[in-house]
């Protein structure tokens, strides 16, 4: 296979995932702000329906528990990142020595659909931040090889 061909295949993976993962932040940011008395009357249309809340439970719990195994367990390989940034995305999220306990929490509240703070809320940005980072820095990569 060609660096092109990887590089892309690579960069497809990394989008599909940056999207969902994404698209789920966003509704537990909704949920949150949902659960502020204010916000429903300054948002009196904003809603979410038990499938996309359902969905995003889903995508974030996969996502977190992957990502703690990927951390906990030095994971060479994921299914959801691909392995051309795995290790530069461990490396910039393994800088916060308490992440792996805050992703082992924040994976018990969704489970338990319990509400997510502002902290938390702070690090899924934090680690969407970062992963956005590398689909940006991939990008460049093929960019790059197509001349």
Same mark, same amino acid.
Request: charged share 30%; proline share 2%; aromatic share 6%.
């Given at each position: 296979?060609?660096?092109?061909?990887?590089?892309?295949?690579?960069?497809?993976?990394?989008?599909?995932?940056?999207?969902?993962?994404?698209?789920?932040?966003?509704?537990?940011?909704?949920?949150?702000?949902?659960?502020?008395?204010?916000? @429903?009357?300054?948002?009196? @249309?904003?809603?979410?329906?038990?499938?996309?809340? /359902?969905?995003?439970?889903?995508?974030?719990?996969?996502?977190?528990?992957?990502?703690?195994? =990927?951390?906990?367990?030095? $994971? @060479?390989?994921?299914?959801?990142?691909?392995?051309?940034?795995?290790?530069?995305?461990?490396?910039?999220?393994?800088?916060?020595?308490?992440?792996?306990?805050?992703?082992?929490?924040?994976?018990?509240?969704?489970?338990?659909?319990?509400?997510?703070?502002?902290?938390?809320?702070?690090?899924?940005?934090? =680690?969407?931040?970062?992963?956005?980072?590398? $689909?940006?820095?991939?990008?460049?990569?093929? $960019?790059? /090889? $197509?001349?």
């Amino acid at each position: 296979m060609s660096e092109i061909s990887v590089l892309s295949n690579q960069y497809k993976k990394l989008v599909e995932t940056s999207d969902k993962v994404n698209n789920s932040v966003i509704i537990y940011k909704k949920k949150k702000l949902l659960n502020e008395p204010s916000a @429903k009357q300054q948002y009196p @249309k904003l809603f979410i329906s038990y499938e996309d809340s /359902a969905m995003a439970k889903e995508i974030l719990t996969s996502f977190l528990t992957n990502l703690k195994q =990927i951390l906990e367990e030095d $994971r @060479k390989e994921s299914d959801l990142i691909p392995s051309i940034v795995l290790e530069d995305y461990k490396k910039k999220l393994g800088s916060n020595q308490y992440v792996k306990e805050d992703i082992e929490s924040l994976i018990n509240l969704i489970k338990k659909d319990e509400a997510i703070s502002t902290d938390y809320i702070s690090l899924l940005d934090g =680690i969407m931040s970062v992963l956005d980072n590398e $689909r940006n820095i991939l990008f460049r990569k093929l $960019r790059t /090889a $197509r001349g």
